[in-house]
């Protein structure tokens, strides 16, 4: 079966590491209280040159994913929640796997902090000598 274009689907669109870095660069400036950024900031925040980066801006806007507003001769771009949407719902049935990883590891680490507490574990005895099996590596003892 071939492939979506990358205009046509924003799951394509996003598949290319250099439009996400396009997408973060537009969330912290949004998350610095920046909504909207100049073309010329992102060439000069993602150090590319300005065709590369107008060209992956082009492609999220076709998909929806970014929005663009003229001022004068410069284009503002912002992100579009409406068309990350769909990215978004489309992942979230994938959060109760990763919600269980973070409880298993928060359990096993808070077990640890347990048993680093009560003191260190007794050695293990050796199953047909019936006697205490040294520990490993082995520590002279005094």
Do not use: C
């Not at 598949?15 to 060439?43: F, I």
């Amino acid at each position: 079966m071939p492939r979506a274009a990358t205009t046509l689907d924003p799951f394509n669109a996003i598949a290319e590491p250099k439009r996400r870095e396009v997408l973060d660069a537009l969330a912290k400036a949004s998350a610095a209280g920046n909504p909207e950024v100049p073309v010329n900031d992102l060439v000069n925040l993602l150090q590319w040159p300005q065709p590369q980066v107008s060209k992956h801006l082009a492609v999220l806007r076709e998909v929806g994913i970014v929005a663009v507003r003229r001022r004068g001769r410069e284009r503002l771009y912002s992100i579009d929640g409406e068309g990350l949407k769909s990215i978004h719902d489309w992942t979230a049935m994938f959060d109760r796997f990763w919600t269980h990883n973070l409880d298993r590891i928060k359990r096993h680490a808070e077990a640890a902090a347990r048993a680093a507490a009560s003191g260190p574990a007794p050695l293990p005895v050796h199953p047909l000598l019936n006697i205490p099996s040294p520990r490993s590596p082995r520590t002279p003892e005094h």
